[in-house]
């Protein structure tokens, strides 16, 4: 069975910092792009970061870049979502997924949210004093 399951959500205080991960099982990553994606309360879902099958290209969407890192190690089957310097705003469920399709560029932060292959079930991530 083709699984991606996140960890790493948790509460944190506004500038604090969080490590999100990715872990597949059923299938292995090295050949797909993955994305993040959030979806905060009463919002549509968002693209934050995508990162290629070999990890040699990362994109950022703006709201996040500068505080927030994407890697993989695919000896480990796994992507992982760097966050530092959290705010409020940042409050949301995040999403990893998966698609041997897609290129990572910010083609996919927009489209991805309703065409790549694999989701995981989101991982609650609230910054909050």
């Known amino acids: 069975q083709l699984q991606l399951v996140e960890s790493g959500g948790g509460l944190v205080q506004p500038g604090g910092s969080l490590r999100l991960s990715c872990a597949a099982s059923g299938f292995t990553l090295d050949s797909y792009a993955i994305g993040w994606f959030r979806q905060a309360p009463g919002k549509e879902r968002e693209g934050i970061s995508c990162?290629?099958?070999?990890?040699?290209?990362?994109v950022y969407a703006d709201s996040v870049k500068g505080r927030f890192t994407i890697s993989r190690d695919n000896d480990r089957n796994t992507a992982y979502l760097q966050m530092n310097s959290l705010e409020p705003d940042d409050t949301a469920v995040y999403y990893c997924a998966a698609d041997e399709d897609f290129y990572c560029s910010s083609v996919l932060l927009i489209v991805g949210a309703s065409a790549m292959d694999y989701w995981g079930k989101g991982t609650l991530v609230t910054v909050s004093e």
């Open positions: 990162i290629s099958f070999s990890g040699g290209t990362t």
